[in-house]
């Protein structure tokens, strides 16, 4: 997030020659957007990353049943 800000940083010094309010605004509303961005990109791999784990739980358990019955046909 701060690498992707310095380098909008660098481009808007680069395109506004010095008018300091207009790169203060544009740099205040590039901040809120990458704000929003990360908020819900770090929503979306916090779903996911719940969606996986609910999966491996399931198979553990898929897995311990059939361990469980395993162990009951040989007894």
């Known amino acids: 997030m701060k ?3 310095m380098m909008y ?3 808007l ?3 506004n020659h010095g ?3 207009m790169e ?3 740099l205040k509303k590039f901040q809120e957007t990458e704000k929003k961005r ?3 990109e770090t929503l979306r791999f916090e779903l996911k990353h719940q969606r996986q784990l609910e999966e491996l739980r399931a198979a ?3 897995t311990i049943k059939e361990l ?3 162990q009951n046909e040989k007894s």
């Open 3 to 5: 690498a992707r800000e």
């Open 9 to 11: 940083r660098e481009s």
């Open 13 to 15: 010094r680069i395109s």
């Open 19 to 21: 008018d300091p309010d």
């Open 24 to 26: 203060r605004s544009k």
């Open 38 to 40: 990360y908020k819900a």
């Open 60 to 62: 553990a358990e898929t």
């Open 68 to 70: 469980e019955q395993l």
